[in-house]
Each structure stands twice: as structure tokens, then as C-alpha cells.
């Protein structure tokens, strides 16, 4: 049985920083891309980055660019995402997510896991 399970959101003021984990278990971790997904209330669930199977190569969307960062590590079965200089339109549930996919694929649709969510709010 796969699981994901996200831990680290919180509350936070506009310009800090948080750190999220998904820890992974049940399937082969190395295969997999991992990603970190979205969705603030009233909208729909968005792509935010990715991080290849080896950790060599990642994707953003351009308006969490310069400010967040994944990784992961084969060895715990573990991806982060680290949040930086935070903003309020970052609030949302954020989704760990794994997919045998390019790290430029942002469509949910092509990721097989998820996690259950982990909430991130920023206030102004």
C-alpha cells in the first residue's frame, strides 16, 4: 500500500519561510518524480514544482521561482519543499504527489499518488 504523508504547513507571516516533507513508503521511490501541488480555497489544484528520480533536475511554476526549493532523498524516501519569503496567495493545502513523468508535467491527471495534504497559511 502506497503512502504519502505531508507534514510541516502552518501559519506563517508574509516574508518567512517554511519547510514541508512528504515521507514516502510502499512504493519504489527512485522511480518515481516527485511533486509538490497546490490548492488554495475556491480553486483548483495546481502544479507548483517537481524533482526528477535522481534529484538532478527540477521544475517551478514561474511565480514560486527564486523562492521555494525541492529535493529529495533517495536514501529516506523523503522530498521537500522548502518555502521561502512567503507570500498570502501562497496559502493553500499543499500535495505531495509521485508520477512515472517528466518533471515538466504539471497536469495531476498523470500522477498515480497523493498525499493527504498538508496546510500552509500566510497572513498578510
Known amino acids: 500500500q502506497v503512502q504519502l504523508v505531508e507534514s510541516g504547513g502552518g501559519l506563517v507571516q508574509a516574508g518567512g519561510s517554511l519547510r514541508l516533507s512528504c515521507a514516502a513508503s510502499g512504493l519504489t521511490f527512485s522511480r518515481y518524480t516527485m511533486s509538490w501541488f497546490r490548492q488554495a480555497p475556491g480553486k483548483e489544484r495546481e502544479f507548483v514544482a517537481a524533482v526528477s528520480w535522481s534529484g538532478t533536475r527540477t521544475y517551478y511554476i514561474d511565480s514560486v521561482k527564486g523562492r521555494f526549493t525541492i529535493s529529495r532523498d533517495n536514501a529516506k524516501n523523503m522530498v521537500d519543499l522548502r518555502l521561502n519569503n512567503l507570500k498570502p496567495e501562497d496559502t493553500a493545502v499543499y500535495y505531495c504527489?509521485?508520477?512515472?513523468?517528466?518533471?515538466?508535467?504539471?497536469?495531476?491527471?498523470?500522477?498515480?499518488?497523493w498525499g493527504q495534504g498538508t496546510q500552509v497559511t500566510v497572513s498578510s
Open positions: 504527489a509521485a508520477g512515472r513523468v517528466v518533471v515538466e508535467q504539471t497536469q495531476r491527471s498523470h500522477y498515480d499518488y
